[in-house]
């Protein structure tokens, strides 16, 4: 089975990090000490699997919401004997079980990020194929009650290949706009969705550059960040904000596999990058770009010839904490621009592949795809806590 959920990782860009590529810590100096974070230590407070699915391809990438009150969403996927349904699980911040919910929808379901809307109710996004073949799906929608979990309404939409529902929001005229993406033409769509469900309009994503879109993502403002390899673009509303090419100065093949927000609002893009004359040694990189699509800064982190970043998250300005990887496990660092510490004490788990990171208060939520004792797919989720 671990074979297979490598196999998976390759195919979606979801793999992780030996756990004894370590980068030692700058010296002191002058009789000085080491900043806190340089030797930061975290273990965590929890850790607890949800879904069981036959399929990794089924997994989205981003299987946690933070909502506003501290409670968790989780969307995970749940082998039912022939398919695939959606199972979506609310927690608190320590991981008390509030509701789990099963939703099924035709064939197999894909499962996307949840969102909450104004009113404090759920909007569950992701796919439902519309036959037994996954050659062609439609972008799943549906909204729930947030107390119960109890469905009110749920929607199809699209057919253009493989549709799938990535992430949302709900805008001030209570409308929702959700994000398609296409994965076999390489293009994204926004989908304007009315308050009782019912489609409103579709705004096509094309660029001459075909980028190939890999995550999504709201911003603090409501702009919808795409990003895909070479690519990264903004929206408000459905209108375009920029585009722009994501270009790395000494490194000329990249593949994007996550996006953050900054403190100061700005945009960091993460993933893996080699030279063409050597894919075999690769590199973790990053990339910022302020709201105008302009690159700020980039970074280059090698902790093993094969690294990569798969998520990132800002802590405080300028200091991040990431998951880097090669194809056996996962680890997890901090990054202060300059100088990277491994920062989780626990063994990782090999096979495992960490997919998102997400701070919330003094909580760290580090996500992963693993495997159940049945060899079925899961999101193991970890919970550290951490001070500032």
């Known amino acids: 089975m671990k074979k ?4 998976w990782s390759l195919f979606l860009g979801v793999v992780a990090c030996k756990k004894n590529q370590t980068t030692t810590p700058p010296p002191t100096t002058g009789g ?5 974070y340089a030797t930061e230590q975290l273990t965590p407070q929890y850790e607890t699997d949800y879904g069981s699915g036959s399929d990794f ?15 968790l969403i989780i969307s995970s996927v749940q082998f039912d004997g022939s398919k695939d349904k959606l199972l979506i699980t609310k927690t608190n911040a320590n991981g008390g ?3 789990q919910k099963t939703i099924t929808k035709g064939f197999n379901l894909f499962s996307g990020q949840a969102f909450e809307t104004n009113a404090g109710e759920i909007i569950v996004v992701g796919g439902s194929e519309v036959n037994s073949n996954i050659t062609s799906s439609n972008v799943f929608i549906a909204k729930l009650n947030s107390t119960t979990g109890d469905t009110i309404w749920t929607k199809c939409y699209g057919h253009q290949y493989i549709d799938k529902g990535i992430i949302g929001y709900e805008a001030a005229d209570n409308t929702y706009w959700i994000v398609n993406f296409w994965n076999q033409n390489n293009k994204a769509a926004l989908l304007h969705i009315g308050a009782n469900g019912d489609s409103l ?20 403002t409501k702009k919808t960040i795409l990003v895909g390899d070479y690519y990264i673009s903004s929206y408000t509303n459905g209108v375009k904000d920029f585009s722009s090419a994501i270009l790395l100065d000494s490194l000329n093949t990249m593949r994007v596999n996550d996006v953050c927000e900054t403190s100061d609002g700005a945009y960091v893009v993460s993933g893996e990058a080699y030279k063409s004359t050597n894919s075999a040694i690769r590199y973790g990189f990053l990339v910022k770009v302020n709201t105008s699509g302009v690159k700020v ?23 991040f904490y990431l998951s880097i990887g090669d ?7 901090n990054f202060d621009l300059n100088t990277i510490h491994v920062v989780n004490s626990a063994t990782p788990l ?30 193991k989720l970890k919970a550290y806590p951490i001070t500032f």
């Open 350 to 379: 090999p096979g495992a592949t960490d997919t998102q990171l997400n701070i919330k208060n003094n909580l760290l939520y580090r996500s992963e795809f693993g495997y159940n004792s049945s060899s079925y797919f899961t999101i």
């Open 57 to 71: 391809a089924h997994m989205g990438s981003n299987p946690v919401t933070v909502l506003s009150s501290g409670n």
């Open 97 to 99: 079980l509030l509701w």
């Open 327 to 333: 194809y056996n496990a996962t680890q997890l660092y």
């Open 297 to 319: 800064w980039e970074r280059i982190i090698k902790v093993s010839s094969s690294s990569q970043i798969y998520s990132c998250v800002e802590k405080t300005p300028d200091l």
């Open 4 to 7: 297979q959920i490598i196999y």
């Open 201 to 220: 309009t579709t705004i096509v994503n094309t660029e001459t550059s075909f980028p190939i879109y890999r995550d999504a993502m709201i911003s603090s």
């Open 32 to 36: 000085s000490t080491l900043p806190a």
